[in-house]
């Protein structure tokens, strides 16, 4: 999670102190407190859906197994030791608690990540009848992260069949490396080859290769750089791959997430012929030199949209409510798309 003021920092070296997709520390109170009080409703701006019910998410991944719609996001320390939290919808607009992953975290996680206390950043991905679950593991202002793995039959919580099983690390980082290993968002290309990008601030957004059925990681060589602000303290993360008609498109999360109403997170996209790119924005700039083109950002009282993930052609997010002293809450919008092939989303 973030620190409570909502900021981010460098230390004395101008190594970022933070850089993670959702509310690392202020989690520990605020979702806890957001996800026992009686349910909210959301604003209902033009575009995107009116929600209800428990929408107090961060970082959601948006996920649909049968009939039933699922977000599971960052945990809060208070609640189940941290870990990754689950809220469902039989119609996508009305939102329940659905409880947490595990009551306990691996035992092998503290032993990775000195001080770990909360999980963070999930992505979900189905692959020939088996979920993976993707998530993050770090502390506050650190770059000693790791992307865990576990995987499920189900995400419905009443199938008999339904458990969650850990297998693992997928990717690590320590202080050593210019990257940080968080945020995972996983897509699969025509071949059907499983790629995963991530990373937080530090060196920006980076790829490596996947394979299933394990959906560990394929070799280990030096993540491949996919995209880059250019500009200290590379504000950029929360990466997520998207295809449509052929193209690949890149969507990210810039500037500062996590400080209430005076957040400025918004997401960026950029487009390639392949997922492993080079990406563009709309102007030709390349995403590793600063480039992106506005997707989603604050309007008015709807504050630091970010976070992504997308489902069915829904783009999911996190935002910060001024109108309710920056609480933050899930976001739902249709992913449409424009004459020249970009994706496009209204509040």
């Given at each position: ?272 012929d392949a997922p492993t790119g080079p990406y563009l924005d ?5 995403l590793l030199e600063g480039g992106g083109s506005i997707l ?52």
């Amino acid at each position: 999670m973030r620190s409570a003021d909502y900021t981010r920092s460098t230390d004395a070296s101008g190594a970022p102190q933070r850089g993670v997709r959702g509310i690392r520390r202020l989690l520990s109170a605020g979702v806890a407190a957001l996800t026992l009080a009686a349910p909210l409703v959301a604003c209902a701006p033009a575009g995107s859906w009116q929600l209800t019910g428990d929408l107090a998410t961060h970082d959601p991944a948006l996920a649909k197994d049968g009939d039933e719609w699922f977000v599971y996001s960052t945990g809060s320390g208070t609640v189940a030791d941290g870990n990754i939290q689950v809220r469902s919808s039989t119609d996508g607009r009305t939102w329940r608690y659905a409880g947490e992953v595990w009551e306990e975290k691996p035992a092998w996680l503290r032993e990775e990540v000195n001080g770990v206390d909360n999980l963070w950043a999930p992505e979900l991905v189905e692959h020939d009848g088996t979920w993976y679950l993707y998530y993050s593991a770090s502390t506050f202002g650190k770059n000693t992260s790791v992307i865990a793995l576990a995987t499920n039959a189900t995400l419905d919580p009443g199938d008999p069949d339904y458990e969650w099983v850990d297998r693992g690390a997928v990717i690590a980082s320590t202080s050593a490396d210019d990257f940080n290993a968080i945020d995972p968002g996983v897509a699969t290309d025509d071949d059907g080859t499983p790629w995963m990008t991530f990373g937080s601030f530090w060196s920006g957004i980076r790829m490596v290769e996947l394979a299933w059925p394990s959906g560990l990681r394929a070799g280990d060589g030096e993540p491949l750089r996919i995209a880059d602000r250019q500009v200290p303290p590379n504000a950029v993360e929360a990466p997520y791959l998207v295809e449509h008609d052929g193209d690949w498109f890149l969507l990210v999360s810039f500037d500062s997430c996590c400080r209430g109403a005076d957040s400025t997170y918004r997401i960026a996209v950029g487009r390639a012929d392949a997922p492993t790119g080079p990406y563009l924005d709309r102007e030709g700039v390349p995403l590793l030199e600063g480039g992106g083109s506005i997707l989603l950002e604050s309007d008015r009282s709807r504050v630091g949209p970010g976070g992504q993930s997308v489902a069915h052609g829904v783009l999911a997010f996190h935002w910060y409510d001024a109108d309710l002293g920056g609480q933050f809450r899930l976001g739902l919008a249709p992913l449409e798309w424009d004459a020249e092939g970009w994706p496009v989303a209204s509040w």
